[in-house]
């Protein structure tokens, strides 16, 4: 069954995902046109952003043209922007932000002295970045600019440390607040009142940010995750990390796409290759009997430019 049902649903996120070079570019930037191409019909004040988080992006090469990490309208679809974010810009941008604040923390919750603190800071917490880039778009959400968010996440490893970085975060936040939890102990057996700090506020956002992505991530009404997969042995593999993955962060998840299926041809090469290729077709059908399956056919081109992305979408939208 192809997404076309998705287009009647009042989603305002679909993430797609799966293993390296499977079409998630690709069916991510034919998706986000099927749907700037119904808006602009029914829903004619909402606009689509896709946006990917991606270190390497290829979205400037599947719209075959160039993209910012600001929303960039997509030449061609009025109501279409995209956005290429700049993960360790947005952690940079962060630090100079909150920098003061969590050193403020570290150094009165462990009386560490500067040059320590600064340096525990400047540890990499793992997956910080990816956090500050959802971050920014559960910021654009609140300035309720676009109507639906699409991303094209990483190949898989990248995109199950995307998914569990709330909890990730949870824990760095709860270290934190361990430590501000002591210093405000210290500081009641020397002063009766306790001051509302800035370190305070500080962890009260990351609180908020972080509920907030899980509570949009986990949302059945708003959220879809659509898992992109080949027809091969290592495809069918990952879509069940990937899938049971997502059952185990409630994250909803109701779609697989099965790209690159060989067209029936007559050559033997071609018969041959479709016919492996059903074997796999069917167990994945079988495997995840919940999930609806959209199948898309190798086309004899690369995906690149507005053109060839929409016929592309002649297959997801039936
Ligand atoms: N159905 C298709 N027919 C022909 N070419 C395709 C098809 N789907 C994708 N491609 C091509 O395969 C290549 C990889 O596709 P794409 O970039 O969408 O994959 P990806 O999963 O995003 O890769 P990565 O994991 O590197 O981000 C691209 O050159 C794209 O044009
Ligand atoms: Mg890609």
């Known amino acids: 069954m192809p997404l076309t049902e998705l287009l009647e649903k009042p989603l305002q996120f679909i993430m797609f995902g799966g293993k390296g070079g499977v079409g998630k570019t690709s069916m991510s930037a034919a998706t986000a046109l099927g749907f700037a191409k119904e808006y602009a019909k029914r829903r004619k004040n909402d606009k689509v952003l896709i946006f990917t988080t991606d270190p390497a992006p290829s979205l400037a090469d599947s719209f075959g043209q160039k ?67 959802l971050k920014k778009i559960t910021d654009f959400m609140d300035s309720q600019e676009f109507g639906l968010y699409i991303v094209d996440t990483a190949p898989t490893g990248h995109t199950l440390r995307l998914l569990t970085l709330p909890e990730l975060l949870d824990d760095w936040i709860k270290f934190l607040a361990s430590l501000r939890w002591k210093y405000h102990a210290m500081v009641r057996q020397f002063a009766r009142e306790e001051r509302v700090t800035k370190a305070d506020q500080f962890l009260l956002e990351m609180k908020k940010t972080v509920k907030k992505v899980r509570e949009l991530l986990q949302d059945e009404k708003r959220t879809e995750f659509i898992v992109v997969t080949i027809a091969e042995s290592m495809g069918v593999r990952e879509t069940e990390d990937l899938i049971s993955t997502l059952e185990k962060f409630h994250i909803p998840s109701r779609h697989i796409i099965i790209n690159n299926i060989f067209p029936k041809e007559d050559s033997d090469f071609a018969k041959f290759k479709r016919k492996n290729q059903e074997k796999y077709i069917n167990e994945i059908k079988k495997k995840f009997s919940n999930h609806a399956i959209t199948e898309v056919l190798l086309q004899a081109d690369e995906i690149q430019g507005i053109k060839s992305l929409e016929s592309l979408g002649k297959q997801l939208f039936v």
């Not at 679809?77 to 810009?89: G, H, P, R, S, T």
């Not at 150094?107 to 540890?123: P, W």
């Open 67 to 133: 993209i910012g990490n600001e929303p960039t309208q997509i030449e061609g679809a009025k109501n279409l922007f995209a956005m290429e974010i700049d993960a360790k810009k947005v952690l940079e941008e962060f630090k100079k932000e909150y920098g003061e604040d969590i050193l403020d923390i570290l150094q009165e919750g462990t009386y560490l002295a500067n040059e320590e603190a600064e340096e525990l800071f400047s540890l990499d917490i793992p997956g910080l970045d990816e956090v500050m880039g």
